[in-house]
Structure formats: structure tokens, C-alpha cells
């Protein structure tokens, strides 16, 4: 009996290794890869980089997600029918850019949306379809100005701003602000830290840049 048992963990412990590896290999090849403009590159930006692969199934459905320094992703299953996918959303601390797909039960996918991961600016091209499938309607948030969100990080980095970003918009709409922010000092009366920002301002009409 005891034997049989060592034999129904080891399987159980392999079982669920597994499936972690493939929810890993799931997420990132469907989310991080495919549908975003995440750079492949060495990080600086953080000393170290931890994650962890988890799944659940609660009242909202199965889900599957990896949770990390840089980055979070999930992959989330309809509550009534965990076969069917519901959403996928994927959220860029360092490149401050989050990423939405959600599906109809029917699997066709219902519409995808990018916005900023800080101040939910809306950035790239919002798709929406019908339930068959059709192409019902798009936003273009990159041809809304002559410098769009991503020709501003470019001109950021160039202008040597470094990452992780955090993109605002001036009161007047006319500029997008740039900024990388860092913690200086730790203060131990109010037990909080003092951040300070670097950044850049830059047109979005004619691509001219403060820092």
C-alpha cells in the first residue's frame, strides 16, 4: 500500500510539473511573444528577476498566470464553462504597456486593447469584432498624432532615458511625458521612500523634445 502511494505522488508531482512548464510555455508563447512589443534584452533596470507559474479555479473561472518583477500575465477560462478561453491580459511594468485580448465562447476573439500600464493612456491600434468573427470596428491611437507612443519611447531612449518608463500627458494634451523614476533614500519618519524622476517631454504634433 505504501508503494502504491510513493507511486501516486511521484506521478501527482510530475503531473503538475508539467503542466506549470506548459502553462509557463503557454502564456509566454500566446501573450509575451506574439502580442506585444516587449524587447528582448539583457534587464537592468532591476537587480534581480523572480516568477512564479500558478493556476487556480475559483468562482471567475480557471485561471492560469505568471506573476514577476517585470511583468504579469494571464490566461483566464469562461466561469461556466472552463474549456472555453475568456480572456488573456498581459501587463509591462518596464516598458508601461498593458495588453488586453478577450474571446467569445464560440472562440472567435471579441476585441484586443493596448493602453499605458500606469495612467491607461490608450496607445496602438483597439480592434472589435462580431460574434462570427468580422472585423466590426477599429481605433488608430497610433495616427491620432504625428508622434505616437511608441515613436516617443524611441526618441526617450535616444535622449538617454532609462527604463522602467512611465508615460503621462501634459495638461494641454500637446506633449507626452517620459519618465524613469528612482528610489533615492528611505525615510524612516514617514517609513516611505523618496522617489525622484528623470524625463523627457515631447511634442506630439512635431516630435520636438525637453528634458
Not at 512548464?21 to 516587449?38: P, Y
Not at 506573476?67 to 469562461?78: E, F, W
Not at 508622434?147 to 516617443?152: I, N
Not at 535622449?159 to 506633449?175: A, H
Amino acid at each position: 500500500m505504501k508503494k502504491i502511494f510513493l507511486i501516486f505522488l511521484v506521478a501527482l508531482f510530475v503531473g503538475c510539473k508539467t503542466e506549470t512548464n506548459k502553462i509557463k510555455q503557454e502564456s509566454e508563447n500566446s501573450i509575451v511573444r506574439k502580442d506585444t512589443t516587449i524587447e528582448k534584452e539583457t534587464p537592468n533596470y532591476f537587480q534581480y528577476e523572480e516568477y512564479k507559474v500558478g493556476h487556480v479555479n475559483d468562482g471567475y473561472g480557471k485561471r492560469f498566470y505568471i506573476d514577476s518583477l517585470h511583468y504579469n500575465a494571464v490566461v483566464r477560462y469562461y466561469p461556466s464553462d472552463s474549456t472555453k478561453l475568456w480572456f488573456k491580459h498581459y501587463d509591462d511594468f518596464v516598458n508601461d504597456t498593458t495588453f488586453f485580448k478577450e474571446y467569445y465562447k464560440n472562440g472567435n476573439l471579441k476585441f484586443i486593447k493596448k493602453k499605458t500600464y500606469h495612467n491607461f493612456i490608450p496607445i496602438g491600434v483597439w480592434e472589435f469584432y462580431k460574434r462570427n468573427g468580422e472585423l466590426k470596428e477599429t481605433l488608430d491611437f497610433d495616427n491620432k498624432y504625428y508622434v505616437s507612443f511608441q515613436k516617443a519611447i524611441t526618441i526617450a531612449k535616444v535622449n538617454g532615458i532609462k527604463k522602467p518608463f512611465e508615460t503621462q500627458i501634459s495638461g494641454d494634451s500637446t506633449c507626452w511625458k517620459i519618465i524613469h523614476w528612482r528610489n533615492v533614500k528611505f525615510d524612516s519618519l514617514s517609513n516611505r521612500g523618496l522617489d525622484v524622476g528623470s524625463g523627457i517631454e515631447i511634442n506630439r504634433f512635431n516630435g520636438h523634445a525637453d528634458k
